[in-house]
């Protein structure tokens, strides 16, 4: 089966300016979850998403980041503006179900904000 | 302060020795999962346990699962190179049904040929 799509794979922004990343999770997978992973650390949940509804975005800073799951398959994460502690690896997941469920991981969004 | 505590934090060895890598809690978790992600791509799922003293073994990695739930190792025998990247323990809280998965910090593993 094909795995969790991600794109782009490299994004240099300057801050200020907005960005957005794309998933595409595998085929059947309810679940999606977009992480921040930042050099040297575990991936840290951003928004949680079972089918179209967002179930745990607690920890998304709202002020300059907004997810959305159209149709409840493909997402997008926006961050406007950038600043310069964005600068991470944006990875998403997907799994089918949510409770202790296996996550498959894309190979994430490197951002650089200059 | 970190939910879950790996260490080492790096570890760096010779091919053909043995390791064992920690993750610890001070929180009880309904199930532990261990990933290993290599530069450049993301985590790959190793395994699950859910039930306390459970031991999983793949291959030459075993995991275990503390009687308490709140804590697990991941022992690899004859370490290769093929085994270098980053070792990720990840637990669903029980506090919160396993809704969320925590993951720790990381254990940077580094063989050596």
């Known amino acids: 089966e094909a795995g969790v799509v991600q794109s782009p794979r490299y994004k240099i922004i300057e801050k200020k300016q907005p960005v957005a990343f794309w998933c595409n999770p595998i085929s059947g997978h309810n679940t999606l979850y977009w992480y921040r992973q930042n050099l040297g650390q575990g991936p840290e949940l951003l928004i949680r998403y079972e089918n179209e509804e967002a179930v745990d975005d607690s920890q998304l800073p709202k002020d300059r980041f907004s997810a959305e799951r159209l149709k409840g398959v493909d997402s997008t994460l926006k961050i406007q503006p950038a600043e310069l502690g964005d600068s991470a690896v944006y990875l998403c997941?997907?799994?089918?179900?949510?409770?202790?469920?296996?996550?498959?991981f894309g190979d994430g969004t490197r951002l650089s904000i200059l | 302060t970190q939910l879950l505590e790996q260490s080492p934090q790096f570890l760096s060895i010779q091919e053909g020795e043995n390791l064992t890598v920690y993750c610890n809690s001070s929180?009880?978790?309904?199930?532990l999962q261990w990933y290993r992600q290599e530069p450049g791509e993301g985590p790959v799922l190793l395994v699950t346990?859910?039930?306390?003293?459970e031991v999983k073994k793949l291959k030459r990695l075993t995991f275990q699962f503390g009687d308490a739930r709140k804590d697990s190792s991941l022992h690899i025998t004859a370490a290769q190179p093929g085994d270098t990247g980053l070792y990720l323990c990840a637990g669903g809280l029980e506090e919160t049904s396993g809704s969320r998965l925590t993951f720790g910090e990381g254990t940077q593993l580094t063989v050596n040929p």
């Open positions: 346990v859910v039930t306390g003293g």
């Open positions: 929180s009880v978790f309904s199930s």
């Open positions: 997941a997907s799994s089918v179900g949510g409770l202790g469920q296996p996550q498959h």
